[in-house]
């Protein structure tokens, strides 16, 4: 299983950057798909995470009320818009699938996944 984290850059403070995870040759609705983040010499940090089916997402609190995860089916694609960026949101952004349910908020922590994609820098500077 493959998964193919974009859309990262250079983003102003306070910008709206969407980041896009994809899965060439799995359904990605069929899995619970979180967003993490790294920064140098720092774990992995979830970010947000989406139930298998999509019913059910889950935040860092952070993030809650400025990133929101969604899966678009007909793209089969799970997008990370990240609203009113802050310097500290500053990172390498990771998207992960694993294969079973999880409990609720559980989905955000990394140690329940089974597969990662490479990351995509994001720096949020002027």
């Known amino acids: 299983v493959q998964l193919q984290a974009s859309g990262g850059g250079l983003v102003q403070p306070g910008g709206s950057p969407r980041l896009s995870c994809v899965g060439p040759g799995f359904t990605l609705d069929y899995y619970p798909i979180g967003w993490f983040r790294q920064v140098p010499g720092k774990g992995r940090e979830g970010v947000a995470c989406?139930?298998?089916?999509?019913?059910?997402?889950y935040y860092k609190d952070s993030v809650e009320g400025r990133f929101t995860i969604s899966i678009d089916n007909a793209k089969n694609t799970v997008y990370l818009q990240m609203n009113s960026l802050k310097p500290e949101d500053t990172a390498v952004y990771f998207c992960a699938a694993r294969v079973n349910r999880v409990p609720g908020s559980t989905c955000l922590n990394s140690n329940v996944y089974n597969y990662w994609g490479q990351g995509t820098q994001v720096t949020v500077s002027s």
């Open positions: 989406i139930s298998r089916g999509g019913g059910s997402t």
